[in-house]
C-alpha cells in the first residue's frame, strides 16, 4: 500500500471546508499512519464538489472506533468490498461494491448526520476509484471484519434459519415504536428494514438484518427481555420470510436502504398475506395511554448501524421518574445534553431569533447564543436531550443563508446570560418564557407533526379573509419562489405551500412563522411531509 498515491476530494457532506483542518487549501501532500504503523502518503486536490466514486472518505471517527463499526456505515446501501482503517488520523476509506451505493450512502448521510458514540461522523466521496490494501497486520483484521459482516460472506451452512425475525411485545403497558425497537436490535447489527403492525390484539414486529448471524445474535441475547421493568416483554423466533418488502418510510415501515421511498399518506399494499394486517388495526404505540408520553415524535430517518445513535424511546417515561424503569439499549445522548455547537453560519444574516425559530420546529429553544468573537458559531440550548437529538437529526447539512450547518454536541450543559452591565450586541438571548414554544403544552398535537426540512411547507391558523394570492404574495415577497399552493379541502385554516427549494422553504419558515395576518391570527408555519 506504501507509496499509492490518494486523490482526496470533498463530495456532498456538510463542512467540506473541514477536510482537514491543519491543511491550507490546495495541493498538499500529507503522511498519515494507519493504526500508528504504515505510512501511508495522500496527494490531494480540495474542491468543491467531487465526481461519485465507489470509495468513501471518512472522517471525524471516535478514537476507539472498531472496523465493524465504519463497515455497519456502509453495509444498508450494499455489500462493502473493501476497508482501509486511518486510526492515528480518526479516518477511514470505505470501497462498496457499486458507484450507485456509494452515491446512496453519500447522499443519505448529507441529509442525516451519522453518529457514533455521541460523535458526528463525516462522510463523503473519495477521487480514488478503488482501494489496493497490503497484507499488513492491520489490513488482515480489517479484512476478517469484512468477511464476517459482509453479506456477500454469509456461510449458508451455518447461517441462521432466516435472517427476517419476527417480534411479539406482550404485556405492552407502555407505547414502544418503530424507532425504539430498532435501538434495541441495532445493538446486534444493521437494521436494514422494520415493519410494525398490530395483530391477533398483539403488537408486532417484522425486523431484517443483512444476515442470518445478527438475528441469531439478537434472538439469543432478547428473547424474553422487558423493554421496561416489569412489562413489554420481548418474544421473538425465526420469520418464514427471507426478505421485507417495504414500500414506504413512515412511521410503521422503514427500508433503510432506501431513503427515497415516499412516506405514503394511503394505506400501502402488503406483498406477502402474512402482513397483511400491518396496517389494518389502530397502531398502539401511536397511543399515549398515560400523561406523560408526551415524546413519542416520529421518526427521524436515521440509520441503525450497531453503535450508532438513534432516536430516543419515549421521553414521557424519563418524565414519569418510574421505579426502575430502565431503557433496554442505550439513550441517544447522555442525559442533560441539550446545548447544541452550530458552525459554518452566515454571520451576516444570522441572529439569534431565526436560530430559535428554526430550531425551534424540533423542540422548545430556551436560550441563544452567537459567540462575540466567532460569529459563524452559535449556541443553542433546547429544553432537553431528545429535542436536542431530533434538531441535529434533522438539521445537520442543511443549508442556511447560503451556508452548510455543521451541528456537534457541545460540552456546555447550559447557556450562560451575559453579566449585568455587559453588554453583547444583543447576541444572547432567552426564550425559556417565550409564547412561541410548540411543545410546552402537555399532549400537544406538534409533537406527530415533526419532519425533516422540505421544500413544502404547512400553513396554518390562516383567517377567512386571507386568500391564496394574498399568501402567494407574502412568501414571494423576500424573493422566494413559490412553484405551488393548496388550501386543505376541509379546513380552509390551513394549506400547503411549495418553495423553489429546501433552503427556500427554510428561510420562509423562520421568516413568516408567527406572522401577522391581521383578525388576532398568527401564522404557523412547519415543514409538510407532503407534497402538492
Given at each position: 500500500?506504501?507509496?499509492?498515491h490518494h486523490?482526496?476530494?470533498?463530495g456532498?457532506?456538510?463542512g467540506?471546508?473541514e477536510?482537514f483542518s491543519?491543511?491550507?487549501?490546495?495541493?498538499?501532500?500529507m503522511s498519515t499512519?494507519?493504526?500508528g504503523?504504515?505510512?501511508?502518503?495522500?496527494?490531494?486536490?480540495?474542491r468543491?464538489?467531487g465526481s461519485?466514486?465507489?470509495?468513501?472518505?471518512?472522517?471525524?471517527?471516535?478514537?476507539?472506533?472498531s472496523?465493524?463499526?465504519?463497515?455497519s456505515l456502509?453495509?444498508?446501501?450494499g455489500?462493502?468490498?473493501n476497508?482501509?482503517?486511518?486510526?492515528?488520523?480518526?479516518?477511514a476509506?470505505?470501497?462498496?461494491?457499486?458507484?450507485?451505493?456509494?452515491q446512496n450512502?453519500?447522499?443519505?448521510?448529507?441529509?442525516?448526520?451519522?453518529?457514533?458514540?455521541h460523535h458526528?461522523?463525516y462522510?463523503?466521496?473519495?477521487?480514488?476509484?478503488?482501494?489496493?490494501t497490503d497484507?499488513s497486520p492491520?489490513?488482515?483484521?480489517?479484512q476478517?471484519?469484512?468477511?464476517?459482516?459482509?453479506?456477500?460472506?454469509v456461510?449458508?451452512?451455518v447461517a441462521?434459519?432466516?435472517?427476517?425475525?419476527?417480534?411479539v411485545?406482550?404485556?405492552?403497558?407502555y407505547?414502544?415504536?418503530?424507532?425504539a425497537?430498532?435501538?434495541?436490535?441495532?445493538?446486534?447489527?444493521?437494521?436494514?428494514?422494520?415493519?410494525v403492525?398490530?395483530?391477533?390484539?398483539q403488537?408486532?414486529a417484522?425486523?431484517?438484518?443483512?444476515d442470518g448471524?445478527s438475528?441469531?445474535?439478537?434472538?439469543?441475547?432478547l428473547?424474553?427481555?422487558?423493554?421496561?421493568?416489569?412489562?413489554?416483554?420481548?418474544r421473538?423466533?425465526?420469520?418464514?420470510?427471507?426478505?421485507?418488502n417495504?414500500?414506504?418510510?413512515n412511521?410503521?415501515s422503514?427500508?433503510?436502504?432506501?431513503p427515497d421511498?415516499?412516506?405514503g399518506?394511503?394505506?400501502p399494499?402488503?406483498?406477502?398475506p402474512?402482513?397483511?394486517?400491518?396496517?389494518?388495526?389502530?397502531g398502539?404505540?401511536?397511543?399515549?395511554?398515560?400523561?406523560?408520553?408526551?415524546?413519542?415524535?416520529?421518526?427521524?430517518?436515521?440509520?441503525?448501524?450497531a453503535?450508532?445513535?438513534?432516536?430516543?424511546l419515549p421521553?414521557?417515561?424519563?418524565?414519569?421518574?418510574?421505579?426502575?424503569?430502565t431503557?433496554?439499549g442505550?439513550?441517544?445522548?447522555?442525559?442533560g445534553?441539550?446545548?447544541?455547537?452550530?458552525?459554518n453560519?452566515?454571520?451576516?444574516r444570522?441572529?439569534?431569533?431565526?436560530?430559535?425559530?428554526l430550531?425551534?420546529?424540533y423542540?422548545?429553544?430556551?436560550r441563544?447564543?452567537?459567540?462575540?468573537n466567532?460569529?459563524?458559531?452559535?449556541l443553542?440550548?433546547?429544553?432537553d436531550?431528545?429535542q436536542?437529538?431530533?434538531?441535529m437529526?434533522?438539521l445537520?447539512g442543511?443549508?442556511l443563508?447560503?451556508?452548510?450547518?455543521r451541528?456537534?454536541?457541545?460540552?456546555?450543559?447550559?447557556?450562560?446570560?451575559?453579566?449585568?452591565?455587559?453588554?453583547?450586541?444583543?447576541?444572547?438571548?432567552?426564550?425559556?418564557?417565550?409564547?412561541l414554544?410548540?411543545?410546552k403544552?402537555?399532549?400537544?398535537?406538534?409533537?406527530?407533526?415533526?419532519f425533516p426540512?422540505?421544500?413544502?411547507?404547512?400553513?396554518?391558523?390562516?383567517?377567512?379573509?386571507?386568500?391564496?394570492?394574498?399568501?402567494?404574495?407574502?412568501?414571494?415577497s423576500?424573493?422566494?419562489?413559490?412553484?405551488?399552493?393548496?388550501f386543505?379541502q376541509?379546513?380552509h385554516?390551513?394549506?400547503l405551500?411549495?418553495?423553489?427549494s429546501?433552503?427556500?422553504?427554510?428561510?420562509?419558515?423562520?421568516?413568516?412563522h408567527?406572522?401577522?395576518l391581521g383578525?388576532?391570527h398568527?401564522?404557523?408555519?412547519?415543514?409538510?411531509?407532503?407534497?402538492?
Amino acid at each position: 500500500m506504501d507509496g499509492v498515491h490518494h486523490d482526496i476530494t470533498v463530495g456532498t457532506k456538510r463542512g467540506s471546508d473541514e477536510l482537514f483542518s491543519s491543511v491550507s487549501n490546495g495541493p498538499y501532500i500529507m503522511s498519515t499512519t494507519a493504526n500508528g504503523n504504515d505510512s501511508k502518503k495522500f496527494k490531494g486536490d480540495i474542491r468543491g464538489l467531487g465526481s461519485p466514486s465507489r470509495v468513501i472518505h471518512i472522517r471525524k471517527l471516535p478514537n476507539d472506533i472498531s472496523e465493524a463499526e465504519v463497515i455497519s456505515l456502509g453495509l444498508p446501501f450494499g455489500d462493502v468490498t473493501n476497508l482501509l482503517m486511518l486510526k492515528a488520523k480518526n479516518q477511514a476509506f470505505l470501497e462498496m461494491n457499486s458507484e450507485e451505493a456509494a452515491q446512496n450512502m453519500v447522499g443519505y448521510y448529507s441529509t442525516v448526520m451519522p453518529i457514533i458514540r455521541h460523535h458526528p461522523v463525516y462522510v463523503q466521496f473519495s477521487n480514488h476509484k478503488e482501494l489496493k490494501t497490503d497484507n499488513s497486520p492491520n489490513q488482515e483484521r480489517a479484512q476478517a471484519a469484512l468477511r464476517a459482516l459482509s453479506t456477500s460472506h454469509v456461510d449458508a451452512a451455518v447461517a441462521a434459519p432466516s435472517s427476517v425475525l419476527r417480534v411479539v411485545v406482550e404485556n405492552l403497558v407502555y407505547p414502544v415504536t418503530l424507532d425504539a425497537l430498532c435501538q434495541i436490535f441495532s445493538k446486534f447489527g444493521t437494521v436494514l428494514r422494520i415493519i410494525v403492525f398490530t395483530k391477533n390484539s398483539q403488537f408486532q414486529a417484522l425486523l431484517q438484518y443483512p444476515d442470518g448471524a445478527s438475528a441469531q445474535a439478537a434472538k439469543l441475547s432478547l428473547d424474553g427481555q422487558n423493554i421496561y421493568n416489569g412489562c413489554c416483554t420481548l418474544r421473538i423466533s425465526f420469520s418464514k420470510l427471507t426478505t421485507l418488502n417495504v414500500k414506504y418510510n413512515n412511521e410503521k415501515s422503514r427500508d433503510f436502504t432506501r431513503p427515497d421511498l415516499p412516506s405514503g399518506d394511503s394505506q400501502p399494499a402488503m406483498e406477502h398475506p402474512a402482513m397483511a394486517t400491518a396496517f389494518t388495526a389502530p397502531g398502539i404505540i401511536s397511543a399515549a395511554p398515560y400523561a406523560g408520553a408526551t415524546h413519542a415524535f416520529p421518526p427521524a430517518f436515521t440509520l441503525q448501524p450497531a453503535g450508532l445513535t438513534v432516536p430516543s424511546l419515549p421521553g414521557g417515561l424519563a418524565s414519569l421518574s418510574l421505579p426502575g424503569a430502565t431503557r433496554l439499549g442505550f439513550p441517544p445522548l447522555p442525559a442533560g445534553v441539550c446545548v447544541l455547537l452550530i458552525s459554518n453560519l452566515n454571520p451576516e444574516r444570522v441572529t439569534p431569533h431565526c436560530l430559535f425559530i428554526l430550531f425551534g420546529v424540533y423542540g422548545d429553544v430556551m436560550r441563544v447564543k452567537i459567540l462575540f468573537n466567532k460569529k459563524e458559531n452559535a449556541l443553542v440550548q433546547m429544553s432537553d436531550s431528545t429535542q436536542a437529538q431530533l434538531a441535529m437529526s434533522h438539521l445537520s447539512g442543511q443549508q442556511l443563508y447560503g451556508k452548510s450547518l455543521r451541528i456537534t454536541l457541545s460540552k456546555h450543559t447550559s447557556v450562560q446570560l451575559p453579566r449585568e452591565g455587559h453588554e453583547d450586541q444583543g447576541l444572547t438571548k432567552d426564550y425559556s418564557n417565550s409564547p412561541l414554544h410548540r411543545f410546552k403544552k402537555p399532549g400537544s398535537k406538534n409533537y406527530s407533526n415533526i419532519f425533516p426540512p422540505s421544500a413544502t411547507l404547512h400553513l396554518s391558523n390562516i383567517p377567512p379573509s386571507v386568500v391564496e394570492e394574498d399568501l402567494r404574495m407574502l412568501f414571494s415577497s423576500s424573493g422566494a419562489t413559490v412553484k405551488a399552493f393548496k388550501f386543505f379541502q376541509k379546513d380552509h385554516k390551513m394549506a400547503l405551500i411549495q418553495m423553489g427549494s429546501v433552503e427556500e422553504a427554510i428561510e420562509s419558515l423562520i421568516e413568516f412563522h408567527n406572522h401577522d395576518l391581521g383578525e388576532n391570527h398568527h401564522l404557523r408555519v412547519s415543514f409538510s411531509k407532503s407534497s402538492i
